[in-house]
Nanobody, 126 residues
Framework: LVQLVESGGGSVQTGGSLRLSCAASEFTGDSAIMAWFRQAQGKEREGVAAIYTGGSSTVYPDSVKGRFTISKDNAKNTVYLQMNSLRPEDTAMYYC???????????????????WGQGTQVTVSS
């Protein structure tokens, strides 16, 4: 069982930055991949970044590439999401997720993950 606790959400203006943190109870086979998803009101959950905890490979969708950076600190079992150049369309609840190893073309799919955090709200105003 992997427990996830997110922090770092808040409100910023367009162009601002935020850093989200996700503390995992452990990095094991059940958390071989850690990812960040977001869900805006009335929309489907969307993967915005993923990282392999056993290495350093990352995956991003085009919508955030160059603006968002996922990183990890294995000593702290913590994953971060640095979000720069934020836009109003980035407004959403952001969730951390942990799952077993998968190929890169599926790591931004919600069904890949068994463990989820409680979510943290990010609001970007124009």
């Amino acid at each position: 069982l992997v427990q996830l606790v997110e922090s770092g959400g808040g409100s910023v203006q367009t162009g601002g930055s935020l850093r989200l943190s996700c503390a995992a109870s452990e990095f094991t086979g059940d958390s071989a991949i850690m990812a960040w998803f977001r869900q805006a009101q009335g929309k489907e959950r969307e993967g915005v970044a993923a990282i392999y905890t056993g290495g350093s490979s990352t995956v991003y969708p085009d919508s955030v590439k160059g603006r968002f950076t996922i990183s990890k600190d294995n000593a702290k079992n913590t994953v971060y999401l640095q979000m720069n150049s934020l836009r109003p369309e980035d407004t959403a609840m952001y969730y951390c997720a942990a799952g077993r190893w998968a190929f890169p073309n599926s790591v931004l799919t919600p069904g890949q993950y068994n463990y989820w955090g409680q979510g943290t709200q990010v609001t970007v105003s124009s």
